[in-house]
């Protein structure tokens, strides 16, 4: 069997299809005979950037239906069991989300043609919010039941998966989240770009939609307990999200000047990157960091959803506690004072980016998910 290839026609569900997963289910459609991806019609998530078109793949888009909203919310889309029959998938890999309302007509289908049904997730991270934790628990247990191997974002994803739900090694894959493929920039480049930005002022860049889980008010405070010190620096917030006008707002109430140009991809934000000393994410947004690492960026973040487990180490960047803007300008200071250390930090990164987590081998991880799961069909799931 050959790992970096997929003999059959394979269905990915997803609620929706952001931008930056075009370049990921453009490879998988290379690695595939067939590749079918199924999502709603609409975006469907705050500031979201929808794609235009997918090369290398089918793309059907359904109407999406949801109910509910906060702990309550749950989705689903119209037309789902007829779409599959249309298709007739050999492997359908789907978010494996407690609010995806609609996972049973998947297991259902999958179990009458003996299709395997693998599940795409970050582990147990918080979906519902504080409380409810038994409520959780049985959800989250019941969604995973319905699948036959799962597909994690990281190690510590299937860490969680098999230690506390209980599945097996076994039948838990890891395809490290990531945004961006096999770096265009490589290390000379990279150093002879830092050696240029020596004398500067220490630029800080964070990448996202701002909205208001990704506590980028933190970063705020940050800057403005660096000013107080009289430490210089500058910040770039990259993107944009319902929480722009408020960000701006409290920028300005902290005294402190931050740079806002707005959603950024391609040459314009490789070139924004290209400028930068030091990546930050004080909340939610993993993929973010993969990106700024593709862009040789030493990267400070917090401790969120999983994502940075693997892609953050001592020899590329810091961690800091989550809601600590101490933490965090203080990470910030000591970057600024030695960029010889910090440059060292963002080859690094590049390194990692090139070498171990981007778009083609998480591709390639899955497809040998895929291959995987077609050698257990027809054995019992042992969780």
């Known amino acids: 069997m050959n ?36 999502t709603s019609q609409s975006p469907t998530e705050d500031s979201m950037v929808e794609a235009e078109q997918l090369n290398h793949a089918e793309w059907t888009r359904l109407t999406g239906k949801s109910l509910g909203k906060g702990v309550s919310l749950i989705y689903w889309q119209s037309g789902l069991t007829q779409a599959i029959r249309k298709v007739d998938p050999d492997v359908i890999i789907t978010e494996a989300n407690p609010r995806f309302a609609d996972n049973g007509r998947l297991r259902k289908w999958a179990s009458q043609n003996r299709c395997p049904l693998l599940g795409w997730g970050l582990g147990t991270t918080n979906f519902f919010g504080h ?15 319905r699948f036959d191997s ?10 969680q998966y098999c230690e506390d739900l209980g599945w097996s090694p076994e039948r838990v894959y890891v395809a490290h989240n990531a945004t961006s493929d096999v770096p265009r920039i490589d290390a000379e480049t990279l150093q002879r770009q830092q050696n240029n930005r020596i004398g500067e ?22 800057s403005a307990i660096l000013k107080r010190r009289g430490i210089p620096i500058k910040f770039t917030f990259v993107g944009d999200g319902s929480h722009r006008e408020s960000l ?100 690094e990164s590049l390194r990692i980016a090139t070498e171990e987590i981007n778009i083609s081998t998480m591709a390639s991880k899955m497809i040998h998910a895929v291959n995987e799961s077609q050698l257990i069909k027809f054995q019992g799931v042992n969780r």
């Open 3 to 38: 790992d970096s290839y997929f003999d059959g026609t394979l269905l990915v569900r997803q609620r929706s299809l952001p931008s930056y997963r075009v370049p990921l289910f453009q490879r998988l459609g290379q690695m595939c005979r067939r590749l079918v991806l199924i």
């Open 131 to 145: 409380g409810y934790t038994g409520l959780r628990h049985w959800h989250r247990v019941r969604t995973l039941a």
């Open 150 to 159: 799962l597909i994690a974002y990281g190690s510590l994803a299937k860490k």
């Open 201 to 222: 002022t220490f630029h800080v860049l964070t990448i996202g939609r701002l909205i208001a889980n990704k506590s980028l008010e933190l970063l705020l405070d940050a």
């Open 248 to 347: 701006m707002a409290y920028a300005k109430q902290l005294g402190v000047t931050i740079d806002f140009p707005g959603h950024l991809e391609g040459d314009s934000l490789e070139k924004v990157a290209s400028q930068a000393d030091l990546f930050v994410l004080p909340g939610l947004g993993g993929l973010a960091i993969q990106q700024a690492m593709a862009f040789g960026l030493p990267v400070c973040v917090s401790e969120a959803d999983g994502t940075e487990f693997d892609l953050v180490r001592s020899e590329n960047g810091w961690k800091v506690p989550p809601g600590d803007s101490d933490a965090i300008a203080e990470v910030i200071a000591a970057a600024a004072a030695d960029r010889p250390a910090t440059f060292r930090m963002g080859r």
